[in-house]
Each structure stands twice: as structure tokens, then as C-alpha cells.
């Protein structure tokens, strides 16, 4: 019957949508199992419905207007994607530590038997059941057969680390190992790439204590507005005028907006600098078809050096829309408000040609959470440069190594940097080092900008001299980057405690304290006359 059900709910558009995005991730944490797959992902659907069905029972019984129920079934939608979020977040952070737990297997056993296919067959045997299968897929793209393939296995790689491993391990099976000042120079790298696997755990439960129940606090006072109401009208009736008229109506709409903005902006807070994989809503390819198409495409055309920009902007944060399918959205998002704008006046009494004014607030509201991706993406530029720097040390020693291997693992990685890496990846060939100079001159952040300085140095001396100081300062940066971290979760956490407060003390004010002191004043005034 579930399974039934299951196939149905996919072949609907909205539902069909929600149930691709999570199979799509899925698929990516459990590659060979897709009995795992449908059972994991009905278990987070089964799990969506039940919460979906007692918050609409809770609006249900409070007996809410028409109206109101329109912005709960919006934040009952809000919630459940937020649902899906954070258990994607705890799956990719119990996938780090068996990660980690892989490593130091591989390690363990290469050491034993230094044949990169023997030692990672031999890791795989003693591993999990869900991380034996990423190995045994890391070992299928290190066979002969797969030789050269590496942008198919950065396709299916569950993260950047498995790609870097896949990295070293190819190094050593083509070139072999090297011997370093403290050994195997390939054993090594592993003890810098786990390291850097449990500062990123490190760094996922810090953030996972910082933000613990901001983004309830900031989304609840949407489901406290009605119990307040009632509680109010059943205690002074004469408040009931200032909750029912037209301004207490928009009060309450305000209210829900700001509360779900709220929302939005602690959760863009809390998980957009995670390297989870993001997958696009399939009906954002409507954005490449037909009358769609067209009309973008005109819309693009009348505001070229705008839509370049945009195109330049989504491109420098690794965004997962392009420039199309970004437009698509908002006109789509702004149709669909619009609608159920409409729908609210009819049933609110407000004057319909209200609804006009909720597209500039679809657009604003769109551009200010592009904004807000971009600023917290600066935010976490120097972690970004520091993962850089780690990934130049585990490669810098090993056999044969060149400039364009080195800027293909750093693309990994990329975020703010991304166009710029992906500049020099295209541009090396052809203009040499003079590419590194053109970048350097461009940018004004001090650490990439020291960064690319040694990738000049190298026309003249070794790879391992030019950086030499990454590797004597290793410590030092290791420590650094604990800190950079730590420094940036704390600014983070106290910009979305603050924005979390927002919707609550606002509730209050304008629900609670304002329509008594307003209800006491109209009662005085009236025993004075």
C-alpha cells in the first residue's frame, strides 16, 4: 500500500518534486542500495505527514479564519522543508565520522600492505555497510577501466573529501607513493585529510549548539498569534474590534511574514556554509522550454547588462541556479503570490488590487536572500583559503605533481573564490603563470591574494619550496583555522539569535501589549465622558 501510494505521489508535480530532491540525495549517500533509498526516503516523508497533519489539526481546532489558514498552510510548507534539511544534516554529519573512522582504516591497512587496491579492498571488507559501498565505488573509478574519469566520480562523490581521497589515491596509483621526512608522504596526507574531516565535524556540532531551537522560536509565534487572540477576546471583549478589523487582520499578515522571514534568514545562517548537496526542483527546467523560455530570454534581452551581472554574481557564489532558471523562479514565485494574495484579500475583506504589491515584495524579498547568501559566503572566505592552503600541503609532496592537479582539487572546494579558480583552470594553459598575476592584481582579500604569490613563485622554484611555508606554519594554521571557525559560528549565532527574537517580541507588542493599552485608553476615555 505504501509503496503503492509512493509511485502515485511521484508521478504529481509538487509532491513528485518534493520526493526527487530527496531520492536525488539519497541516492548520493547510499549509491548501491535502492531499497535503502525508498525506504529512507518514505520513512522522511512518513515523518513530513505526520507533523503536516498535527500542525493543521492544532489551526483546525483553533478555529482559525480562512485567511489565516492560508499563512498557516505557507508555514506548514516552510516547516516541512526545513524538516528535510535538518535530516539530511544529521545523515552527511553521522557520514563524516564513519568517514573518519574510513581513513584511519586505510591507513592502518596501507601501511600493512602499501598496494593502494589491496589496502583500500581490505578497508572496505572491515567497513560499514553504507561506507563499503562509497569505497567500493572509489575503488571502481581507480580501476583501468575508469582511468581519466575523474569529472564522472566528482558527479557521485558524497563530498569534497571523498573526492580529495580519490585524488591521493590516483596519485599513488599512477605515480606511487613518495617518501617524506616522517614516511610514506601518502600515509601522511590521510593524517592531514582526517584532520580536516574532524574540524568540519567539530565545526557541524558547534553550529548544530549555537543555533539549538532558533529556528522553532523564530517560526512559533506564526501558530501563537491565534491562541493569543483568543485568550485576549475571552478576558477584555472590547479587544475583539482591534483583532478583527482590517488593520488587526494586517497586523497578523505582517506578523507571519516577518516571522517566516525569520526563518529564512536562520536557517540560511545555519546550513548554508555546509557542504551538503543541493538538488534543483525539476520544474525549474520549465525555465528552458516553450513560452517560458521566450519570455525570460526577451525579459533578459531588455535588461542585458543586468542580466549579466546577475549571471556574474550566481556564478561567483557556485549557486545552483543559472541566470534562466533564477528568473524563472521569481516570476514563478511572484505568479503563485499573487494568487494567493487574492485569495486572502476576498476572504480577509481587504481591497483585491492589494495584491499588486506582493510582487515588489516576492522581488525584494528574492534579492535580499541572494544578499544574504553572498554576505554570509564572505563570511567564510578565509576558512575557504585556509582549506585551500590543506589541500596544497597534501598534494605539494606528491609524485609529479603540477599547478593544473593542485587547481582542480581547490575547484572542489570553491565557493567565493570559484570564478577565479575556475578562470585559472581555463587560462593556465594557454598564459601560463601571467594568469596567477592577472587573478593577484584583481583581488583585494590579503590570504588569497598570498595564496596566488606562491603560485607565481613556482615559474621559478619547485612546487614544494614555493609553499614551503604552509607546511613549516602548518600547526599554526591548523589551530587558526579552529578559531576562524569558532569565530565565525559565534557571529553567526548571535546575528540569527537576534533575528530568532524578532518575531516573537513583535507578537507580543502588537498582539498582547498594544490592543490592552489601546482596548484601557478607549475605556477611560469613555468613564471621563
Not at 253 to 274: E, F, P, Q, T
Not at 482 to 507: F, H, Q, R, W
Request: aromatic fraction near 12%; hydrophobic fraction near 45%; glycine fraction near 6%.
Amino acid at each position: 500500500m505504501i509503496l503503492w501510494l509512493y509511485g502515485n505521489l511521484k508521478k504529481l508535480t509538487f509532491p513528485g518534486d518534493l520526493i526527487y530532491r530527496i531520492e536525488k540525495q539519497m541516492n548520493i549517500l547510499y549509491p548501491d542500495s535502492k531499497a535503502a533509498v525508498i525506504k529512507k526516503t518514505i520513512r522522511i516523508l512518513l515523518c513530513i505527514c505526520i507533523l503536516d497533519i498535527i500542525l493543521a489539526g492544532i489551526l483546525i481546532c483553533m478555529k482559525v479564519p480562512l485567511y489565516y489558514m492560508l499563512i498557516g498552510v505557507v508555514a506548514i510548507y516552510v516547516i516541512s522543508a526545513g524538516y528535510i534539511n535538518v535530516s539530511f544534516e544529521n545523515l552527511y554529519g553521522r557520514l563524516l565520522e564513519k568517514q573518519e573512522k574510513f581513513i584511519s582504516d586505510l591507513r592502518y591497512h596501507y601501511q600493512l600492505s602499501p598496494v593502494i587496491e589491496d589496502a583500500l579492498q581490505d578497508t572496505i571488507y572491515t567497513s560499514e555497510p553504507d561506507m563499503s559501498s562509497h569505497g567500493q565505488l572509489l575503488l571502481e573509478y581507480l580501476s583501468d577501466e575508469n582511468y581519466g574519469n575523474e569529472s564522472a566520480y566528482k558527479e557521485i562523490a558524497v563530498n569534497g573529501y571523498f573526492m580529495t581521497l580519490y585524488a591521493l589515491c590516483n596519485t599513488v596509483r599512477i605515480y606511487g607513493d613518495k617518501n617524506g621526512e616522517k614516511g610514506s608522504v601518502f600515509v601522511e596526507n590521510l593524517g592531514y585529510l582526517k584532520e580536516e574531516i574532524h574540524i568540519e565535524m567539530i565545526k557541524r556540532r558547534k553550529t548544530k549548539s549555537i543555533f539549538s531551537g532558533l529556528t522553532v522560536m523564530s517560526i512559533i509565534p506564526i501558530f501563537a498569534i491565534r491562541p493569543i487572540e483568543l485568550w485576549s477576546m475571552s478576558n477584555m471583549e472590547g479587544v475583539t474590534m482591534h483583532f478583527e478589523s482590517m488593520m488587526g487582520k494586517l497586523i497578523t499578515i505582517i506578523l507571519s511574514v516577518i516571522s517566516l522571514g525569520a526563518y529564512y534568514i536562520v536557517s540560511k545562517l545555519k546550513y548554508d556554509g555546509n557542504d551538503n548537496r543541493k538538488v534543483k526542483s525539476r520544474w525549474v527546467s520549465l525555465a528552458n522550454k516553450g513560452v517560458f523560455r521566450t519570455i525570460i530570454v526577451r525579459y533578459m534581452s531588455i535588461n542585458y547588462k543586468k542580466a549579466v551581472r546577475l549571471n556574474d554574481r550566481l556564478k561567483e557564489m557556485g549557486y545552483i541556479y543559472n541566470v534562466k532558471e533564477y528568473l524563472f523562479r521569481k516570476m514563478f514565485f511572484a505568479v503563485m503570490t499573487v494568487i494567493g494574495t487574492l485569495v486572502m484579500c476576498i476572504f480577509a475583506g481587504f481591497p483585491v488590487w492589494w495584491a499588486v504589491f506582493s510582487v515588489p515584495i516576492v522581488y525584494i524579498g528574492m534579492d535580499m536572500g541572494l544578499f544574504l547568501k553572498e554576505e554570509i559566503i564572505k563570511l567564510d572566505r578565509e576558512e575557504e583559503v585556509i582549506r585551500y592552503q590543506n589541500i596544497i600541503l597534501m598534494l605539494m609532496e606528491s609524485e609529479n605533481i603540477n599547478i593544473q592537479m593542485i587547481l582542480e582539487q581547490m575547484e572542489i572546494f570553491a565557493g567565493t573564490f570559484r570564478t577565479k579558480i575556475e578562470y585559472l583552470i581555463d587560462e593556465y594553459p594557454y598564459k601560463g603563470i601571467s594568469v596567477f598575476e592577472e587573478v593577484c592584481e584583481q583581488c583585494d582579500f590579503k590570504p588569497f591574494k598570498r595564496l596566488m604569490e606562491s603560485f607565481i613563485a613556482c615559474d621559478s622554484i619547485s612546487i614544494g619550496r614555493a609553499f614551503g611555508d604552509i607546511k613549516s606554519d602548518r600547526q599554526y594554521y591548523v589551530e587558526k583555522h579552529k578559531t576562524d571557525n569558532e569565530i565565525i559560528i559565534n557571529n553567526k549565532g548571535a546575528v540569527a539569535k537576534l533575528v530568532a527574537m524578532i518575531p516573537l517580541y513583535s507578537v507580543i507588542i502588537f498582539k498582547l501589549i498594544f490592543p490592552f493599552v489601546l482596548e484601557g485608553l478607549s475605556m477611560m476615555n469613555n468613564i471621563q465622558i
